[in-house]
C-alpha cells in the first residue's frame, strides 16, 4: 500500500514503472513511423525504378508508332476502352448516387451501399471471367468487351464518391428548394448537382486512374493482337496498355523489356498526375462548398 | 386589432366565426373584419416516433393578416409552423393527427400533393439559405421550373422590389448570392417565395440570425408585405411580435396528460395578449417572469 502513495514533495522525475511505461511507449511510436515511412518508402521505389528503367525508351517515335518501335495502338486502344467505361459507368454511378442520397429511405440506402462496396471488392479477374462468359465465349474478343468489365469497376468508385459529395451538399440547399414548391428532381438538376460536380468528376477522375491499369480482365476479353497497327473497331480485341507490357515482359526479347519499362512510365504517370489533379480539384470544390 | 368585441380568448372568437365555405361568398366584409381565415387548424398533435411534440392544437389563421407564434423554445411552434406547409413530411417518423384545413382543403388529405402546397404556403428559414448561384437565378430559379417564364426580368425585379432589396442590388444581379450580408440573404430568400407568387408567407423565426439594423429591416418589410400576404411568424423576440404582429399565439408546455408536448396557451389579438392575457402562463411569460 505503502507503495502506491506519492510523496508530493518529491522531485518531478520518473520514478518506478514510468520509466518502463516511457520506453514502451516509444517503442510503439518508433513502429509506427516506421510502418508509415516504410509505406512511402514502397511507392518511392516503384517510382524510382519505373523512372529509371522506362526514361531510356521513352521518345516521340515510341509515342506514335506501332509495334516494334512504340506503343501507339495501345495507348489509343486503352484511350478508347475506358471512355466507354466510363461514358457507361459514370451516368449509372451518378444516378445511383442520387437514388442512395436523394431518395431512397434508410434502410433501402444502406443495402445499395453495400451493394456498391461489394462490387468494389470483387477481384478484377473474377470480373474478367464474368465478361468472358457473357461477352466472349463463342463469340471474339473485343474491346467493347473490355469496356464494360472497366465500366463495372469504375462504377462503384464513381457512385461511392459521388454519394459522399452529394451528402456534402448543405440540407438547407434542399429545404430552401422544397418549401418554393419545386419538385425533387428539379431541385437535383438545378441545385443539388451543381453544387456536387467538382467533387463527381474526382471521383470520376480517380476511377479512369485506376480502370486504366486494370490488366485482369483485359487478358481475358481483349489480348489477341499483335500492337503493330492503331485499331479503332471496338467490335474486334483492342490493343491495351496493361495488357501490352504484360505481353512484353513475358517475350524473350530485350528490347521489349526497355519497352515494357516505357508503358510503364506513362502509365504511371498518367495515373499519377490524375490522381493528384482530381484531389487538388476536390479540395477546391469542397472550399467553395464550405463558403 | 380590426376585430370587435371584448378580448377573449379565440376558441370562444371561433365559435362566432363562419366557416371557411360560407366566408368566400362575402369574403370582402370578412377581409374588411380580418376574419377571413386561411388556416383552420383543428386539433392537430403531432408525434415523432413515440414523442408527442405538440398537443391538441386549434386556431384560425387570418388572411393577409400577420399572425405571430411566442413561447420558450422546445414548445413546438417550429412543429407547428413547419405543419402549415407539410415540411415535415420528410421528418422520419412525422404523423399528425387532427385536421390542418387550408382555404377549406384538408392539407393532409390522401390527394394533396405536397409540392403543390409548398408551392403555394412559401416558407423562409432561421438561417438564411440562398442558393449558391446570382442573385438573378435565386429568385429566377423557382418560377422558371414552374412555368412562369413569362416576363421573367419584370417578374424578378417585382419580386426583389417586394422585398425591398431592389436598390441594394439591381447593379449586380449577376453576383454570386452568398456575397450578401445575412439580413439580404434573408431578404432575398422572401424575395424568392414572393416571386412564386405565393399566398402564405411562413417565417420559421427569419431574425433570430441577423443584427438589430438588419431585424428592422425585415420587419419593416413585413409591414409592407401585409395586406398581399398572409404571414406567420415564429419568433423569441416578445418585442418583434408586439411590433409586427396583429394576431399572436402564445405556446407552451402542457405537462397535464403525462410526458409534457407543446401545446397552444393563448391566441388573441396582439394586444390583448401583451396587455391583457386571459391565461396567468401568458402574463408570466409577456411579462418576463419565465423563458
Known sequence: MSGAVVDPAAPLTPTGNLRRRRVFSRVAEFGATGAALFAVAVLGIVIYTVVVRGASALSFEFLVTGAPTGIAPALVGTALIVAVATAIAMPLGVMAAIFVTEFAGNRVAGVSKLTLDLIN?????????????????????????????????????????????????????????????????????????????????????????????ETAPLLLVSSVFDGKEVLLNMSEAMPNVPVRIFQLSEEANPEGFAQAWGMSLVLVSFILFASLGARAMHARSRRKMSS | MSDPGAPSRVRIQNGSLPNPAGAASN????????????????????????????????????????????????????????????????????????????????????????????????????????????????????PRNLGLKHELDERVEQALRGAALWDEVKDRLKDSALGLSGGQQQRLCIARAIAIEADVLLLDEPASALDPIATASIEELMHSLKGRFTIVIVTHNMQQAARVADKTAFFGLDASTGEPAGTLIEYADTETIFNQPADPRTRDYVTGRFG
Open chain 1, 121 to 213: 471488392g470483387l477481384p478484377s479477374i473474377i470480373i474478367g471471367v464474368f465478361i468472358f462468359g457473357l461477352l466472349v465465349a463463342n463469340r471474339t474478343q473485343s474491346g467493347f468487351a473490355g469496356a464494360i468489365a472497366l465500366a463495372i469497376i469504375e462504377l462503384p468508385l464513381i457512385a461511392r464518391g459521388a454519394q459522399e459529395v452529394l451528402l456534402l451538399v448543405p440540407n438547407n440547399l434542399r429545404e430552401a428548394a422544397d418549401a418554393l414548391g419545386v419538385a425533387r428532381w428539379r431541385t437535383v438538376l438545378g441545385v443539388i448537382l451543381p453544387s456536387a460536380l467538382g467533387g463527381i468528376l474526382t471521383s470520376t477522375v480517380l476511377a479512369v486512374a485506376r480502370a486504366a491499369g
Open chain 2, 27 to 142: 369574403g370582402a366584409a370578412r377581409r374588411e373584419l380580418g376574419l377571413d381565415a386561411v388556416f383552420d387548424v383543428s386539433d392537430v398533435s403531432v408525434f415523432y416516433g413515440a414523442k408527442k411534440a405538440l398537443s391538441s392544437v386549434s386556431l384560425r389563421i387570418p388572411r393577409s393578416r400577420i399572425t405571430a407564434l411566442i413561447g420558450p423554445s422546445g414548445c413546438g411552434k417550429s412543429t407547428f409552423i413547419r405543419s402549415l406547409n407539410r415540411m415535415n413530411d420528410s421528418v422520419p417518423a412525422f404523423k399528425l393527427e387532427g385536421q390542418v384545413l387550408y382555404h377549406g382543403h384538408d392539407l393532409y388529405a390522401s390527394n394533396v400533393d405536397e409540392v403543390e402546397v409548398r408551392r403555394r404556403i412559401g416558407m423562409v428559414f432561421q438561417k438564411p439559405n440562398p442558393f449558391p448561384k446570382s442573385i438573378y437565378d435565386n429568385v429566377a430559379w423557382a
